[in-house]
């Protein structure tokens, strides 16, 4: 079944992308986004919002794989949104992100079902002053070479518009 | 009339390739930025002196769709530069970018003589601390999204070579 | 000789991507990076310990156009690693980011041998605080485009993947 990770920036319109991908029938959002504030909370009502009625939505924080496991299936597809607040929801958790990551990627190798994960770049600007900042950029660019390693198709979007950097037959 | 988008993060030679295709003749340079700053007056300087006595410089920090609507015609290119520095200038001016970008976004879409736009990528970095540089990190997102969506050319800009996004003949 | 310029983010696989492309035999690493904290030591010897003995590695932190013109050999790859630290050291050193720059890109013109180098991208993010972050910001993109117009392959590398930017037979 096909993988896809979809990489981009803050509003690179990563998201809309994805959602595209599996537009046209039903879906299952798994929102890894938790409402702590209101800026939060809104972004979280405008993409409601915008998937419309054919999609359900769960909310998954820390067990992305089991999620998965669970709810992977050749008749529905999945959308993982995103990656990057999963990471920071392990590391306030105190989890270990590269457990949780090769568990994940383990699952993605070959899913049992259609799944599309919207991951963040956020490495290409200068090096950040504190430790903490810098420790959740390695593991998110950890997170999306290990992934990118086993999707079958990696996209960069950028300005709304996609790049291919891998697609794998 | 054609329409470009061109994207790049700071000191990626997007301007100078912005130029480069406006090469061979007289062009009218819309300069967005305002020398508030001995820093930000050498740089309009340094632009001013490469681009040569071909062009022709009027600022206009504000009312862009206005200012286009007014010079846009088929026998002269018109280059603005950039997009960052209005944004930055609208929402210093309490003006609303969205209706902003709305106006621009119309005028591209079928524009009276050829344009190219600059703007810079600022979303690949770390989310930043305060609410005012994630606001303005959104809106040039946004600005991003919509107009690429409304040229027919956007080009990527890294180390000076530019990344074909989107091409419409 | 072939020259490669390999830019990427932070944690983007670049460097593992520009050692793969000389893996395979004997090859000779030169370090710019120095190992003024436990962070900084423990990354040096991680990237050691993946490249394997097949590899010299020397140090030169500030005199890469003299190192480079010295080692330079149809017989043995070198790989630079990377032009970001370079730049850093030559400020603190209170050195001409400029001119080494050119120094280097003479040499890369027509190298003696073939050699990959590593380099960040920093500018995708907002613009910095301090003028001394912004001024190291300008020098990578400076340095990124003069090297890239001399390189015949740039290849930018994101989640590990290649998107070749130039390429010159």
């Known amino acids: 079944m096909s993988s896809t990770l979809v990489l981009g920036g803050a509003r690179s319109g990563k998201s809309v992308y994805a959602e595209g991908l599996l537009a046209g029938g039903p879906a299952l959002y798994v929102a890894t986004g938790q409402a702590f504030d209101d800026e939060m909370a809104e972004r979280i009502r405008d993409h409601r919002d915008r998937r419309g009625p054919d999609w359900t939505t769960i909310e998954e924080p820390l067990?992305?794989?089991?999620?998965?496991?669970?709810?992977?299936?050749?008749?529905?597809?999945?959308?993982?949104?995103?990656?990057?607040?999963?990471?920071?929801?392990?590391?306030?958790?105190?989890?270990?992100?590269?457990?949780?990551?090769?568990?994940?990627?383990?699952?993605?190798r070959d899913p049992a079902g259609p799944v599309v994960l919207v991951s963040s770049?956020?490495?290409?600007?200068?090096?950040?002053?504190?430790?903490?900042?810098?420790?959740?950029?390695?593991?998110?660019?950890?997170?999306?070479?290990?992934?990118a390693s086993v999707c079958r198709r990696v996209v960069f979007v950028a300005a709304g518009l996609p790049l291919i950097m891998k697609d794998t037959l």
């Open 121 to 147: 770049e956020v490495g290409l600007g200068l090096v950040p002053d504190n430790k903490m900042a810098r420790e959740f950029r390695d593991h998110q660019g950890r997170v999306n070479q290990k992934l």
């Open 63 to 108: 067990e992305l794989a089991a999620c998965l496991d669970r709810h992977l299936s050749p008749e529905r597809p999945i959308l993982v949104d995103c990656l990057t607040l999963w990471i920071s929801n392990l590391m306030h958790a105190g989890l270990d992100v590269g457990h949780q990551t090769d568990r994940l990627a383990e699952l993605l």
